[in-house]
DNA sequence: TTGAAAGCGATACCAA
DNA sequence: TTGGTATCGCTTTCAA
């Protein structure tokens, strides 16, 4: 074996040091560096030899290898979840910020895994290649199949945020469905009989918005209301088109999906002529400070995301006591802001 | 050691197969069971041992274990990002979910780490501990100590996304300076004198806004134009309060750092009777949908991100030939959208 | 065509 | 108080 002098400019490309080096430069057995670096209480290492051997560690730079550390422990501390593969808005920006803050004061660590390629069950055989002790899944997406691929590749708690439960994970349930129903209801209440509800045409958001529509359709069920679906991209010239056979569709209130594709569709509407809310009403979702600046302001269904810290505790919960029932939790408050526009 | 019976049922917390288990199953070596999985080209196994392979590892659910693939293969194919610790825009998510498939399609597995807790050489730390094989890193934060420790732990490419370059790493250069700029020389060139700027109260947005003022105290340098510096919240009474206060300022143009801003700043000025652009101009960034929505459509600075496939090939490049001198280079196009508002 | 065994880096048990 | 060493799961060289 070669020994590597040591360059005093930084330039020449090492290798990589190990313990191994450490406890070479500090004159000592790879045993002891492990020690004095994780501090531990089981062994009373001497003053002077823990010196050198953080001086050693310093020296070279030396950063432990966390897949050789996690393969001796036979676990990790990292949550995994797939990265959205979506833009999403400031209220889930936060939540996930604030879950990783909460995650990591419980000293786990949250890694986005990518979200490309691979689906379904061959996505969960991806992320349980990493050994993550907890899986956190929004959307569905994940079946049963792919929760127990996860268990049985060590994942101690599998958790889904989304509008359905899936065998063996617990759940955060956020229904979107309900959503749609706070929004039809309100339409109804307010005398609106022809209600339109905006489907999205980007893709990925079927999740959500079908949900939504179905939930309008309850809400008008058994009533002489009727609902229609309409299609919008997410673009001028799509809601333009939207506006200009509007009078011939007939609606006086329309769902727009959320607030974004409400002000999208708003604005059409005003500007070919149609009175909001007086010849038809709006009514978007997300709670958007957006809405609020519209004028007429925007009706909207606003929603309450679970705080991180309690799904941080959730899955601290999970993590510690793996064999418990999988608890079931309704997560996505939705309440109605009636503002102008409806 | 004890032979875990195979149950029929799928309740018992079995524990995790590893390729020993499945060759035991198979009723042939670990290394077998390797080549087969691996489809090693270099060995040629019979057909009937390659289906009693595979039928094995299907039975017992096996995911091979990364951490220990990458230990033996003494690399990995991860890239790791830090994750945003602020709501992000569409255009950065968009951003991101490019570069996540343009890497997956390299067969890079990219990770996005959770940002909680340690800050600056510390982080880099943490993030070394993973062994990542390239590391991307945006806005600054990241000092050339920690470009060192990076590298010293094997990371064959570092890039970062920001306004600064640092030393010993890639830089994709995001001259947000250059977005106040524009903005300011289009205000300025539009007869403006008085410029106010908007700083967004919001924290962890000065790595953007500080540049953007001073591009916009850079354009109108040496002329008789001011620049005044406006803080704002991203709440509809701060915007109020401003606004209140806007006729003893004495402006005629503000930059408003984004259209978010924009929009919001500009409600509160016409709600205040300011007639917008004829007594004060306003410009914001991004251009977003939004802001052509707006009446006054509004006037913005549209920002070009690099493209997934660009930066995914930079990286890969980068990965290949690491001693290579770090690029540079300057990838926030900017461009100012004159619409109706300015 | 298949198997035995070394070794990646870190940890923790048992001796000294 | 410190060192030697087996071990985690996997890949790969060398032999058989």
Redesign the interface.
């Known amino acids: 074996m070669v020994q590597i002098p040591k360059t005093p400019a ?1 330039s020449a ?2 290798s ?2 190990t313990s191994a080096d450490v406890a070479r430069l500090a004159g000592v057995s790879r045993a002891t560096v492990s020690y004095v670096l994780n501090n531990s209480s089981a062994v009373r290492i001497s003053e002077p030899t823990r010196r050198r051997v953080h001086e050693a560690a310093r020296e070279l ?1 030396y ?9 001796r422990a036979g676990h ?1 501390r990292t949550v995994l979840m797939p ?1 959205p ?4 808005g ?1 209220l889930y ?2 939540f ?2 604030e879950l ?2 909460a ?3 419980l000293d786990y ?9 691979p689906q379904g069950d061959d996505a969960a ?2 992320w ?4 993550p002790v907890a899986v956190l899944v929004p959307g569905s997406g994940l079946g049963p199949q792919g929760v ?2 996860l268990k ?3 994942a101690r708690a599998v958790v889904t945020l989304g509008p359905e439960p899936v065998d063996g994970a617990h759940a955060l349930l956020m229904d979107h469905e309900a959503v749609g129903h706070r929004a039809g209801r309100h339409l109804y209440d307010r005398g609106r009989r022809r209600i339109g509800v905006v489907l999205p045409a980007e893709p990925g958001l079927e999740v959500f918005s079908a949900p939504r529509l179905e939930g309008v359709r309850r809400a008008v069920r058994g009533t002489d209301a009727t609902v229609t679906e309409l299609h919008l991209a ?3 010239h799509s809601a333009a088109r939207l506006a200009a056979r509007w009078r011939s569709l007939g609606l006086d209130a329309v769902f727009a999906y959320n607030d ?1 594709y409400a ?2 569709l708003m ?1 059409a509407l005003q500007d070919e002529g149609v009175a909001v809310p007086a010849e038809t009403a709006v009514i978007g979702a997300d709670d958007l ?2 809405g ?2 519209l004028r007429p302001r925007l009706s909207t269904v606003h929603l309450e995301l679970p705080s991180g810290r309690e799904l941080a505790a959730l899955v601290d919960r999970a993590v510690h006591d ?2 418990a029932r999988p608890e079931r939790h309704e997560v996505l408050g939705a309440t109605v802001v009636h503002r102008e526009s409806s």
Request: glycine share 12%.
């Open positions: 930084s490309p090492r990589v040091p730079g950063v432990p290898h966390a897949a050789a550390r996690s393969l990790s990265a593969g979506f833009p999403v400031p920006s936060r996930i910020g990783q803050w995650l990591g004061r660590t949250v890694v986005q895994y990518g979200t490309a390629g055989r991806a349980a290649e990493l050994r127990e691929i049985r590749s060590g997410y673009e001028e974004e002000m999208l604005r400070m957006l609020r600046l793996p064999g």
